[in-house]
């Protein structure tokens, strides 16, 4: 049982008729227990799994077009993370997909609410000020990007502020 769920108690066994409103269990002294349903009280602090997947604040690209960076709502689970996949990442600029884009995909290691996606180099991609550039993620079970309290997100499209980039095409 975590925090928020909710927990109850039903009692509807019965021999009797389903017109009654006794079961068929006694207390001590022989009489019956009435059917019932109960809402019991929940102080668990167990973390609940209740709340919502991490959702995107922003994503930008750095100066040197060389690292996207995906900002979330909630800080990430890092065991989760360990599973990333650069792969699982499409990079789009221009409307061009550019598959295997990436050569690296991990949670940052001075902001564990965002994840950082590294540009392999030896790919040669331009990215430019006023690119238009989308990032899109799939998991098909939300097992990568996880917040801590176990909520996973399967996927996203997300668009890159490019502002950071001072390269404009020529």
């Known amino acids: ?14 021999k009797a008729p389903t017109t009654s409103t006794e ?8 009489n019956f227990v009435k059917r019932f349903v109960e809402i ?16 995107i604040n922003n994503a930008e690209i750095d100066p040197n ?3 996207v960076t995906i900002d979330f709502d909630k ?13 699982d990442f499409n990079l789009y600029i221009d409307g061009i997909e550019y598959q295997g884009a990436f050569s690296g995909a ?8 965002s994840i950082q996606l590294t540009i392999d180099p030896t790919d040669d ?3 430019f000020k006023d690119s238009n550039v989308l990032i899109t993620f799939n998991d098909n079970d939300g097992s990568q990007i996880q917040a801590n309290d176990g ?16 390269a404009s095409r020529d």
């Open 1 to 14: 049982i975590k925090e928020g769920d909710t927990v109850f108690v039903t009692y509807l066994a019965s």
């Open 40 to 55: 019991i009280s929940n102080s668990s602090t167990k973390p609940g799994t209740h709340s919502t997947a991490p959702s």
């Open 125 to 127: 991609i331009l990215v």
């Open 151 to 166: 909520n996973g997100l399967n996927g996203f499209a997300e668009e890159v502020d490019t502002d950071s980039l001072s």
């Open 23 to 30: 079961g068929s269990l006694k207390d001590n002294k022989g």
């Open 65 to 67: 077009a060389s690292v």
């Open 106 to 113: 991990k949670i940052d290691p001075n902001d564990s609410q």
């Open 75 to 87: 800080a990430l689970n890092s065991d989760a993370a360990q599973s990333l996949n650069a792969n």
